[in-house]
């Protein structure tokens, strides 16, 4: 096997690798139970995608959510594992498209965009993974049809793939969209041989095209307000508070990455034989990459510093432009998961000046940190969904005719809250369905495979209970 090819499968191992831990399954969590457990219940299509309007904003994705990927409800792990094939592709597909750029990325950047900590809800938790990592499947292949198109033979069905493949990213994710022009603008700015095609005018018209299908569904259905927010009055003001958001995110860092590492480690060190043997893997596969880092040679020069410092700034901060454009800045760990691209490129140049066994040693640590981090970032997950199940069918186990046929809505008591314990909780990463009335209704609803019943806003006792026309019911 040729060095590239046993780099590319040691990638592969690493992305997969964490989640064997528990067998490779998935564990659904809030809007899970809605998409993919909800959805494909009605009979009509129709009435997801125009009245509750599923589509007034990213319909590829929205198309997706009960036709296909709602076909893995019962086999939630098939899906994760076509999502986490899709992101390996997507990074090899970058990868291979700097490379022809004549910038070609250090193992650094892998790490980064495959095994990071912050990317976790990003490219795992469905709901916002079968968003984001197609999209950006798609924008990958369209930079990789561009930059053969711009460097080899220019055969116009490479262009024509371009304008397609980038065409459908911007139907998954608004960031992935962003991520997609603003690369290719890039690339147009990095090769001057190239200037008179207009790829810069190309994706405009795709941006263009994705914002004047927002805003001619803006009002679809119960959830076509989403896209009605577009709002550049109090830009500046949008800006302080993206800023300030970031500063709460990379704050986060060290307990996600450093402290969940040791975590991770813990963990797998007392799943008996299984976990040790998967800690092993993991050090044998952190000590393969780290020493093709060592074969691989990066020259750098300053014109190549300079491009990887701007493009990696500029790709960073252009996936966050839909942020301010919305009517409430609300940034979230899957929010900053295309700009871990941008990240990484910004820091490229810093991990090109290591050299011999500092390099091997740097991208050691930091593989294998990263995969433990990744291994404890999973359990969270799975803690959080195994509870959330256990208390749902509580609920369920207590409901009456009149509940099941939803003739009466149910009132869920709880005698204490609804907590796991994680070490880099933010905003809705990770957070119960018991945290509010629409996702609690949409687990009871997947769980008993029925759309009839509807639950109010979860209580603690102590708190006012509505038990007038309804069912009260306790968890504990």
């Excluded at 594992?81 to 193992?107: K, N």
Aim: hydrophobic residues 50%; charged residues 15%.
């Amino acid at each position: 096997m040729k060095p590239a090819s046993r780099e590319k499968l040691f990638w592969i191992i690493a992305a997969f690798l964490p989640y064997l831990l528990y067998g490779f399954q998935y564990y659904p969590i809030l809007d899970d139970f809605i998409q993919y457990g909800t959805y494909p219940l009605h009979q009509d299509l129709s009435y997801v995608y125009l009245t509750i309007g599923t589509l007034s904003t990213r319909p590829l994705a929205s198309l997706l959510d009960p036709t296909f990927w709602g076909f893995f409800w019962r086999v939630p792990g098939v899906a994760l594992c076509l999502i986490t094939g899709l992101h390996v592709a997507s990074g090899f597909l970058l990868c291979d498209a700097l490379r022809r750029m004549s910038l070609r990325p250090s193992p650094f950047f892998l790490l980064f965009f495959l095994l990071f900590p912050l990317g976790m809800e990003g490219r795992y938790w469905l709901s916002a993974s079968t968003r984001l990592v197609p999209g950006l499947f798609f924008a990958a292949l369209a930079l990789f049809c561009l930059s053969r198109f711009m460097t080899e033979e220019r055969k116009w069905g490479q262009f024509l793939l371009f304008v397609l493949f980038q065409l459908l990213s911007c139907g998954f994710y608004e960031s992935v969209a962003v991520f997609s022009a603003a690369s290719a603008c890039l690339f147009f700015i990095w090769k001057p041989r190239v200037r008179h095609i207009p790829v810069p005018v190309i994706s405009a018209l795709n941006i263009g095209l994705m914002f004047a299908y927002y805003r001619c569904f803006a009002n679809l259905g119960a959830l076509g307000s989403r896209a009605a927010g577009l709002d550049l009055a109090d830009l500046s003001q949008q800006l302080a508070e993206l800023f300030r958001q970031l500063g709460e995110v990379a704050g986060l860092m060290y307990p996600a990455t450093i402290i969940g590492s040791g975590r991770g480690i813990r963990l797998l060190l007392t799943e008996g034989w299984w976990g040790i043997l998967l800690l092993i893997f993991m050090l044998l596969v952190s000590l393969c990459l780290s020493l093709s880092g060592r074969a691989q040679k990066n020259p750098i020069g300053v014109k190549k510093a300079v491009a990887f410092f701007v493009g990696g700034l500029a790709l960073f901060f252009a996936p966050l432009v839909p942020n301010l454009l919305a009517e409430q800045v609300w940034l979230t760990n899957r929010s900053l998961f295309v700009s871990c691209i941008g990240l990484a490129l910004f820091l490229e140049p810093l991990f090109m000046l290591l050299r011999g066994r500092l390099r091997v040693l740097v991208l050691f640590v930091c593989i294998f940190i990263c995969l433990t981090a990744t291994v404890n970032e999973y359990d969270v997950y799975r803690q959080v969904s195994l509870q959330d199940v256990r208390l749902v069918d509580q609920v369920a186990m207590q409901l009456d005719e009149d509940a099941l046929r939803g003739r009466k809505p149910v009132q869920v008591v709880q005698t204490e809250p609804v907590e796991t314990e994680q070490n880099a909780l933010y905003k809705d990463h990770v957070k119960s369905v018991f945290d509010a009335d629409w996702s609690l209704t949409g687990a009871l609803r997947a769980r008993l495979g029925s759309l009839a019943p509807t639950c109010l806003q979860p209580k603690l006792i102590g708190e006012a209970v509505e038990d007038t026309n309804c069912l009260v019911v306790y968890v504990n």
